[in-house]
């Protein structure tokens, strides 16, 4: 199962995706992971999380307007 990082309370909530997920998701999207926008393997807010670089993290942030909006990332080496 896929680890998530520890919450901080400015932090919205950050999850690595499985290789099933991963390829569901650049299959609904119609998109490559060159074509992801990108997160560095070593951003503070994957911090303790078991993240390579090609792995996708989904990110879930509150929103006023939605209620939840959801991003993708492609993790890169930095």
Known sequence: MAKEARQ?????????????????????YHITMNELPSIYKSDPALAGMAIEVGDVIMIERKSPTAGKSVFYRGVVSG
Not at 8 to 28: F, M, N, R, T, Y
């Open 8 to 28: 901080h309370i400015l932090i919205p909530k950050h999850k690595k995706l499985s290789e099933k997920e991963k390829a569901e998701v650049l299959e609904l």
